[in-house]
């Protein structure tokens, strides 16, 4: 039999109306508690993507004053890695973020480019 909660609805046991008004109880506590929950979901992911504290995160934010690493848009930023020795390397907006990727963070080729560009 499941425990019992706040909400006085036992966990993954009970009828359908129960689960139904378990769903709808966690959505409100989701909507009234956005900030928290966004926070809760951003550590998680921080830690298991990239083995970084939701504080590492935040400083890093701050150290980059809120803005791309590479270009400086302040649109929202992504952990930016490196996929062979899995360091974390910084934040950077999606565009700038996607083009390193597409590089496949080569040097040499990121060389080329912004010569080919010039």
């Not at 935040?58 to 270009?71: H, R, T, W």
Request: aromatic fraction near 8%.
């Amino acid at each position: 039999m499941g425990r019992p909660n706040s909400t006085g609805i036992k966990w993954r046991s009970g009828s359908p109306e129960e689960k139904s008004k378990m769903r709808e109880y966690q959505k409100s506590y989701k909507e009234r508690n956005k900030e928290k929950y966004r926070k809760i979901q951003k550590t998680y992911e921080l830690k298991t993507k990239y083995n970084l504290s939701y504080e590492e995160y935040e400083k890093m934010l701050e150290d980059q004053d809120g803005k791309c690493a590479i270009c400086g848009n302040e649109e929202q930023l992504h952990v930016d890695h490196c996929h062979d020795t899995e360091r974390v390397r910084g934040l950077l907006c999606m565009p700038c973020n996607i083009g390193l990727g597409m590089f496949r963070d080569n040097k040499d080729n990121l060389i080329k480019a912004s010569e080919y560009v010039l």
